[in-house]
Nanobody, 118 residues
Framework: QVQVEESGGGSVQAGGSLRLSCLISGYTYCMGWFRQAPGKEREGVSSIHVNGPTYYADSVKGRFTISRDSAKNTVYLQMNNLKAEDSAMYYC???????????????WGQGTQVTVSS
């Protein structure tokens, strides 16, 4: 059983930065960050495979960076130049590699809130 725990959310002004952390208790090939704002569907933000391949949603490309420290069993999401539309609950999840992308995210954390004021 993989357990996932996020941290690092908070409130910042537009243009600011935050770094989210995700601690994983077990081994997983893929980790992903998702977000859900009130009244909106959950969307994929970024994912990373243990060997490096990454994915970014178009809305965060160039502003967010995902990284993985396998020694610490931790995945990070560095978020720069934050915008009001980035405000959401951010979730970390563990998934598997399909051979082409990270999929089937079965293990989820409780989420961490990110609020960006304009």
């Amino acid at each position: 059983q993989v357990q996932v725990e996020e941290s690092g959310g908070g409130s910042v002004q537009a243009g600011g930065s935050l770094r989210l952390s995700c601690l994983i208790s077990g081994y997983t090939y893929c980790m992903g960050w998702f977000r859900q704002a009130p009244g909106k569907e959950r969307e994929g933000v970024s994912s990373i495979h243990v060997n490096g391949p990454t994915y970014y949603a178009d809305s965060v490309k160039g502003r967010f960076t995902i990284s993985r420290d396998s020694a610490k069993n931790t995945v990070y999401l560095q978020m720069n130049n934050l915008k009001a539309e980035d405000s959401a609950m951010y979730y970390c999840a563990a998934g598997r590699w399909s051979g082409r992308s990270c999929v089937d995210f079965r293990y989820w954390g409780q989420g961490t809130q990110v609020t960006v004021s304009s």
